[in-house]
Each structure stands twice: as structure tokens, then as C-alpha cells.
């Protein structure tokens, strides 16, 4: 299987800064047919997962350009622009270049 | 309004089965490649299973031989068969539509076994 590993776990932030999280797989999760298979996802306390991220940087329809994705291969970067308070939750990378589809541990992101 | 709703859920003793089903509205279930994940409260999302476009199913190495994935077309629902339920299998079990991403999420059905 393939391991997502995200760091940092906890992530306090001041309204208005910026806020970046990583997450590096042991396989690269380009695929043959050039898109590489990560997306990142928000769960809000109370809620259901979100889709922000897929196919590494793309955004998902309705997500605020505050959010951006980028890396390549095995290692990938979250980042918000300028954090919100309504941004509080738990981010997940997770992979679909193959099965068993995995997730990182995720990371608790808490307004200072 | 494209929305999953999952339903099925509730307590079992081990060993015992439950059924969850995963209604759609607002889109047709054949067009997508359709997941279900599960959360134990305070925890992680887990990858269960997934069923794809043309009916081919895949399983985590937890679940397999004791899960089985299935689609209704004509009833436009996703089911979980889960058999031999063990105490590890409590959790928070979501239905999702992989899209852009899994870009829809039900708001999940509670398993508890004990």
C-alpha cells in the first residue's frame, strides 16, 4: 500500500497569514497518462469531507482561490493564501493512483 | 440537488451483518466511480472500497472477504454488504461520487459493534 505522510499534525494560525502543509507518498503518483493522483480534502468539525485539491493542483468547482496545490512525483504542498477563520478543520492528502486508496493522518488546522 | 444519502446503520454484535445503502439524487450513480470511507469518531478517513463505471470492484485489505460493494441502477443506490462485523468495524461509514476528486460525500450512517 502506499503511505501518505502529512506534517505538520497540528497547524495554529493567525487570521490573515498564510498556512502550508506537506505530504509526501512513497510512490510517485504520476501515472502514465501524465496526471498525478493526489487531492486534498477539508472536514470541517461536524462535516462531511470536502474536495479542495485534485490531480495535484487542480481546484475543485466553488473553492476559494486561497487554496493552491502544487508538487510533483512524491511530494506535495497545501497552502492557503491568507487563513480564514472559517478554514478551521482537518486536511487530508490522499492518493488514487491505485488501490487500496490511502490518506494521510491528517492535519488539525486551529485559529491562534 | 446532487446529494448522497447513506442509511443502514446501527448497532450489531460481533459476527453479526449489516447492509448499509447509499441513495443518490440529482445525478445517476452509473456515470461515476463511487467509494465508501469510513471514520472512527476523532480519528482518520479509511478507504473501504470502491466500484467503478463498468462494475468492477475493488477492497482494502481490511474489509476484503467480509465487504462486498454493489450498485442498484434502477434504484440509483450504492450498497455495503458487511458480514462478520468485528468491534474495529465501529465507525462513521461515508457513500461518496468520485468526480473532480470525490467531489460528493454523504453525510454518513453509524456503525457500532458490540
Known amino acids: 500500500d502506499i503511505v501518505m505522510t502529512q506534517s505538520p499534525l497540528y497547524l495554529p494560525v493567525t487570521p490573515g497569514e498564510p498556512a502550508s502543509i506537506s505530504c509526501r507518498s512513497n510512490?510517485?503518483?504520476?501515472?502514465?497518462?501524465?496526471?498525478?493522483?493526489l487531492d486534498w480534502y477539508r472536514q470541517k468539525p461536524g462535516q462531511s469531507p470536502q474536495v479542495l485539491i485534485y490531480?495535484?493542483?487542480s481546484r475543485a468547482s466553488g473553492v476559494p482561490d486561497r487554496f493552491s496545490g502544487s508538487g510533483s512525483g512524491t511530494d506535495f504542498t497545501l497552502k492557503i493564501s491568507r487563513v480564514e477563520a472559517e478554514d478551521v478543520g482537518v486536511y487530508y492528502c490522499?492518493?488514487?493512483?491505485?488501490?487500496?486508496?490511502?490518506f494521510g493522518q491528517g492535519t488539525r488546522l486551529d485559529i491562534k | 440537488e446532487v446529494q448522497l444519502v447513506e442509511s443502514g446503520g446501527g448497532l450489531v454484535q460481533p459476527g453479526g451483518s449489516l447492509r448499509l445503502s447509499c441513495a443518490a439524487s440529482?445525478?445517476?450513480?452509473?456515470?461515476?466511480?463511487l467509494h465508501w470511507v469510513r471514520q472512527v469518531p476523532g480519528k482518520g478517513l479509511e478507504w473501504l472500497s470502491a466500484i467503478g463505471i463498468v462494475g468492477d470492484t475493488f477492497y482494502s485489505g481490511s474489509v476484503g472477504g467480509r465487504f462486498t460493494i454493489s450498485r442498484d441502477d434502477a434504484k440509483n443506490s450504492l450498497y455495503l454488504q458487511m458480514n462478520n462485523l468485528r468491534v474495529e468495524d465501529t465507525a462513521v461509514y461515508y457513500c461518496?461520487?468520485?468526480?473532480?476528486?470525490?467531489?460528493?460525500w454523504g453525510k454518513g450512517t453509524t456503525v457500532i459493534v458490540s
Open positions: 490522499m492518493q488514487a493512483l491505485e488501490t487500496p486508496i490511502t
Open positions: 461518496a461520487r468520485d468526480s473532480q476528486g470525490i467531489d460528493v
Open positions: 510512490k510517485s503518483l504520476l501515472h502514465s497518462d501524465g496526471n498525478t493522483f
Open positions: 440529482g445525478f445517476t450513480l452509473t456515470n461515476f466511480d
Open positions: 490531480l495535484a493542483s
